[in-house]
């Protein structure tokens, strides 16, 4: 009880913070892009991992006024990016099914990109498998609306679901995120590795985007050039940083 009061009493006064994990071009290395992930220093208890707080926001609903923190705050960043004449790539921001399933989600989105001018092909919403295959014809019609606004998705955690490659086929997504759990073992499960080659081929024929996640050493690397995965995050390159570290490490002006 004391931790979502305060949790609340974060997101309304501006407590949280977001930390930026690149992502590169498996190809040439170049960087193609950020995911941001939120941070919470409580200031009693130190640092709360969102594997917390973000199931504890879920529960209270207050996952709805996160979510939208989250948003508008990577709007604004990207905004001041621009407004400094520095070259951004697209951010990818986590979305909890509970925030798609209310009715006024498409309108918040909208909302944020309007208040900060934001391109909408500079916004990337990850989506997880389970949120769009526990309600098929809602989730046609949310996603089409988001492709509408010219906003990219993803599905996130992608191989710890049931998707059904016939609907993921006919979804609009551009990218699927690999889910660590597979890259991890890769190197000693003969398993992982069939099923991330399987899940890269099969992300080709319908046309959509690999990234993996969670790549931590260099033999996980060469794995998925070899096998043909589009991009990459993960420690070996990049831990999350935060903003400031983010512009020295990985932006420059124009
Ligand atoms: O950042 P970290 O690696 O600890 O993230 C742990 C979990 O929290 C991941 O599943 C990640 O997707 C989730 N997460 C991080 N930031 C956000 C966010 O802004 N919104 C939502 N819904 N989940 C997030
Ligand atoms: O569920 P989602 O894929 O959004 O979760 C992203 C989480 O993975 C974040 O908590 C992030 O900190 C974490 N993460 C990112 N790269 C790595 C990595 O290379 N190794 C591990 N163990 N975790 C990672
Ligand atoms: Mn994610
Ligand atoms: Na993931």
């Known amino acids: 009880l004391r931790m979502e009061a305060d949790l609340k009493h974060a997101i309304e006064n501006d407590k949280l913070h977001i930390h930026y994990q690149p992502q590169f071009n498996l190809e040439n290395d170049v960087l193609v892009g950020f995911e941001a992930l939120v941070r919470w220093n409580h200031p009693a208890e130190g640092p709360v991992s969102p594997g917390e ?23 604004q960043q990207i905004h001041s990016w621009e407004q400094a004449g520095i070259s951004v790539v697209p951010v990818a921001v986590n979305v909890s099914s509970l925030q798609m399933k209310k009715n006024n989600f498409v309108h918040i989105l909208e909302e944020c990109l309007n208040e900060f001018q934001i391109t909408a092909q500079l916004i990337e919403l990850e989506i997880t498998e389970s949120a769009v295959m526990d309600r098929l014809e809602k989730s046609m019609e949310l996603l089409s609306a988001i492709r509408g606004l010219g906003v990219k998705l993803a599905i996130d955690d992608f191989g710890t679901g049931y998707s059904s490659l016939s609907y ?53 690397k060469q794995f998925l050039i070899k096998h043909g995965c589009d991009e990459v995050q993960g420690f070996l390159m990049s831990r999350p940083l935060p903003v400031e570290a983010i512009e020295t490490n990985y932006l420059s002006s124009k």
């Open 168 to 220: 993921l086929k006919s979804f609009p997504f551009s990218k699927l995120k690999i889910d660590r759990s597979f890259v991890m073992d890769l190197e000693n499960d003969e398993n992982d590795a069939a099923i991330i080659t399987a899940i890269i081929s099969m992300a080709k024929s319908l046309g959509l985007k690999t990234i993996a996640e969670g790549v931590e050493t260099e033999l996980q």
């Open 53 to 75: 707080f973000i199931p504890l926001a879920e529960e209270t609903g207050l996952i709805h006024s996160l979510g939208r923190w989250v948003l508008r705050q990577v709007c």
